[in-house]
Structures are given as C-alpha cells and as structure tokens.
C-alpha cells in the first residue's frame, strides 16, 4: 500500500520558517515528478513548487518563489519544502504529491486530484502576525 506522509506543519510568526517532509512509503518515486501543493481556506488548491525526478531544480509558483525551495533525497523516498520569511498568506494546508499525468512544463498549475498519481493527506501550517 503506498502511503504519503507529510510532517512538519505548525504555527509560526511571520517571518519565521519551516520544513516539511514527504515520506513516501510502499512506493519508490525515483524517476517521478513531485510537488507540494497548498489549500488555503476557502480557497481552491494550488500548486506551490514542482520538481523532477533527478532533483534539479524546482519549478515554484511566484507568490513563493525566492523564499521557498523544494528538495529531495530518493535514496530515502522523501521529498521536502523549505519556507522561509513565511508570510500569513502562506497559511493553508499543504500537500504533497508524485507522479504527475500530465506534461511537465503544466505538473505546477494542476493541482487537481486526478493530475497526480499519490497525494499526502496534508499538513496544516499556520502563519500569524
């Protein structure tokens, strides 16, 4: 059974930051397009940053690019998001997923369900003022 499993959510003042982590378990996502998406309340989701298989280098959306940077280790399944100067907008909850469906160069802006293969059940972080 695979199973994605993120940690690292929480509370924090604005400009402060976190790390999540993805494990991937059940699944080995070498090779596999990976991302980290987010919902905000009463918002849609929407795709935060995006990264190939090899690890290189991410493919972010503009509301977090130059603060956040997407990572990976396949050697131990788990894919990672470092936020900094984390702002309140950023509050929301953030999922990962792999393998993507769709071409690369459109993985970012498709954050539907039926887009990725394996989804997170999500991490809640909380930004405040």
């Known amino acids: 059974q695979v199973q994605l499993v993120e940690i690292g959510g929480g509370s924090v003042q604005a400009g402060g930051s976190l790390r999540l982590s993805c494990a991937a378990s059940?699944?080995?996502?070498?090779?596999?397009?990976a991302g980290w998406f987010r919902q905000a309340p009463g918002k849609e989701r929407e795709g935060i940053a995006t990264?190939?298989?090899?690890?290189?280098?991410?493919n972010y959306a503009d509301s977090v690019k130059g603060r956040f940077t997407i990572s990976r280790d396949n050697a131990k399944n788990t894919l990672y998001l470092q936020m900094d100067s984390l702002k309140p907008e950023d509050t929301g909850v953030y999922y990962c997923?792999?393998?993507?469906?769709?071409?690369?160069?459109?993985?970012?802006?498709?954050?539907?369900?039926?887009?990725?293969?394996?989804w997170g059940q999500g991490t809640q972080v909380t930004v405040y003022s």
């Open positions: 990264i190939d298989g090899g690890g290189g280098d991410g």
């Open positions: 059940g699944y080995n996502f070498w090779h596999q397009y």
């Open positions: 997923a792999v393998e993507c469906f769709e071409d690369a160069d459109r993985c970012l802006s498709s954050p539907s369900r039926g887009a990725w293969h394996y």
